[in-house]
């Protein structure tokens, strides 16, 4: 007695098989890339400060945007806080890598900072301090990152930056630049290096604009054309929410196409308060 084997499956019923594997594949690495996404911005979340700080006369606001590369965490980062002489800080850095190391680091570097800000009133210091405590790790990775200090008493600003790009202003008179203050090498790189601060009064109201060079750097585009461009964005903003503002600044990586990671932090200053 035979018995009766099935008929082979057509070409169209192959087709049609070897489309729903593929599919379901593809559904697969759709839901891979989700979960290692939001695996990712949960990391870079925890590192970054959970809130910004609510003081009268000031207006904060900050974006931040990940890597398109490796795990699409990374090392750029913003902070802004209160000491305990009533001074403020802010800053922003760019740690080397896009991995779960790179990310590490920067939560170190981030926590230092404020550790060594609150413990010396020197700008100068902050950075110095910072720089032989990421040598002394010994990690081999480096930083980049700009520092300020403000007194809103006084409206004295200083700044400090180690390798990092420059921050953006722009003043309710009109005025506006770009700040191409001194510097120093990234963080972690010279042992005992002497960072040079920059001093400025704030006079009248405006915004400060830090961010990262992944923001106005990328494959075929001078930083130069993307700081422009960010300087153009703070002048026609000057008015503008700081959280528009920020955004409008982070749409600048769309010019540069963007790879790396981003970050920006927005300073507005109402100016000084009539006495």
Same mark, same amino acid.
């Given at each position: 007695?035979?018995?009766?084997? &099935?008929?082979?499956?057509?070409?169209?019923?192959? !087709?049609?098989? %070897?489309?729903?594997?593929?599919?379901?594949?593809?559904?697969?690495?759709?839901?891979?890339?989700?979960?290692?996404?939001?695996?990712?911005?949960?990391?870079?979340?925890?590192?970054?400060p959970p809130s910004l700080p609510e003081v009268p006369g000031l207006h904060f606001?900050?974006?931040?945007?990940?890597?398109?590369? @490796?795990?699409? *965490?990374?090392?750029?980062?913003?902070? %802004?806080?209160?000491?305990?002489? #009533?001074?403020? +800080?802010?800053? *922003?850095?760019?740690?080397? +890598?896009?991995?779960?190391?790179?990310?590490?680091?920067?939560?170190?570097?981030?926590?230092?900072?404020?550790?060594?800000?609150?413990?010396?009133?020197?700008?100068?210091?902050?950075?110095?301090?910072?720089?032989?405590?990421?040598?002394?790790?010994?990690? @081999?990775?480096?930083?980049?990152?700009?520092?300020?200090?403000?007194?809103?008493a006084s409206r004295d600003l200083t700044v400090s930056r180690a390798g990092h790009?420059?921050?953006?202003?722009?003043?309710?008179?009109?005025?506006? +630049?770009?700040?191409?203050?001194?510097?120093?090498?990234?963080?972690?790189? *010279?042992?005992?290096?002497?960072? &040079?601060?920059?001093?400025?009064?704030?006079?009248?109201? +405006?915004?400060?604009?830090?961010?990262?060079? #992944? *923001?106005?750097?990328?494959?075929?585009?001078?930083?130069?054309?993307?700081?422009?461009?960010?300087?153009? !964005?703070?002048?026609?903003?000057?008015?503008?929410? &700081?959280?528009?503002?920020?955004?409008?600044?982070?749409?600048?990586?769309? !010019?540069?196409?963007?790879?790396?990671?981003?970050?920006?932090?927005?300073?507005?200053y109402d100016g000084p308060v009539p006495g």
């Open positions: 007695m035979h018995r009766h084997r &099935p008929d082979p499956p057509d070409s169209a019923q192959q !087709l049609l098989i %070897a489309l729903g594997q593929l599919v379901d594949q593809a559904l697969e690495r759709i839901k891979f890339q989700q979960a290692r996404v939001e695996l990712a911005m949960a990391l870079q979340r925890h590192m970054l606001a900050a974006r931040y945007m990940p890597s398109q590369d @490796g795990l699409d *965490v990374g090392g750029d980062w913003y902070d %802004a806080f209160v000491m305990k002489d #009533g001074s403020l +800080g802010f800053a *922003v850095g760019d740690v080397q +890598g896009h991995d779960v190391e790179a990310i590490a680091f920067m939560g170190q570097v981030r926590t230092s900072l404020r550790a060594i800000a609150e413990a010396t009133s020197d700008t100068r210091e902050v950075l110095s301090r910072a720089n032989d405590v990421l040598i002394s790790m010994g990690c @081999g990775l480096f930083a980049t990152c700009c520092f300020l200090r403000f007194d809103p790009v420059p921050m953006v202003w722009a003043t309710a008179g009109g005025r506006s +630049g770009i700040a191409l203050d001194n510097g120093g090498p990234p963080l972690g790189i *010279v042992s005992g290096e002497r960072y &040079p601060v920059t001093h400025r009064r704030l006079t009248d109201a +405006g915004v400060l604009v830090l961010f990262t060079d #992944g *923001v106005v750097e990328g494959p075929g585009y001078p930083i130069e054309a993307g700081l422009e461009e960010v300087a153009r !964005l703070v002048r026609a903003g000057i008015d503008a929410d &700081p959280d528009v503002l920020a955004s409008a600044v982070l749409k600048v990586a769309d !010019l540069t196409g963007h790879r790396d990671d981003a970050a920006v932090l927005v300073v507005r």
